[in-house]
C-alpha cells in the first residue's frame, strides 16, 4: 500500500500492525481491530492530558469519555462507552495532573465484556479494558 501522500495512514498502519496478534483468535476481526484503534486513540489522548503542561493553567479538573460508535443497518447507531475518567490537578502549587478517577460503573453501570471479540484475557490486558 503506498502510503506517501498520507502520513496520517502510515502513524494507523505503524501504531496498529503489533496490536494485530491474537486477532485470529477473535470472533470477529473488525470488532477487534475497531477496539484496538480505541486503544491507540485512548493512549494518544492520555498522553495529550499527561504531557501538556499548562492544560490546569484554567481548568481545576478534565473529564474524558471514550467509546466506539457502533454502526447498524436498522435502528440508528449506537455509543458503546469504554471509558470515563476525571483527572484533577493536584494542587494550585502543582500543576501535575492526579491519577485518574475512574466513573464508568458510577455513570454507565457493568462494564462490556468483550473477551469474544478480542479473542483472549491477554490481549484485554493489553488493553486495559476488562
Known sequence: MDTTFDPQLTQIIDSLAPRLNGIQESSDSVAFVTY??????????????????????????????????????????????????????????????????????????KRPNLREVMGSEATLERMRIQ
Open 36 to 109: 484496538q484503534m480505541y486503544g491507540i486513540i485512548q493512549e494518544l489522548i492520555t498522553a495529550c492530558i499527561t504531557q501538556t503542561p499548562d492544560l490546569f493553567q484554567n481548568a481545576s479538573e478534565v473529564a474524558v469519555v471514550g467509546g466506539i460508535m457502533i454502526n447498524r443497518r436498522k435502528g440508528g447507531d449506537f455509543f458503546q462507552p469504554l471509558s470515563f475518567e476525571t483527572r484533577k490537578r493536584s494542587s494550585s502549587s502543582n500543576p501535575e495532573p492526579e491519577a485518574p478517577i475512574d466513573l464508568f460503573e458510577e455513570a454507565f453501570g
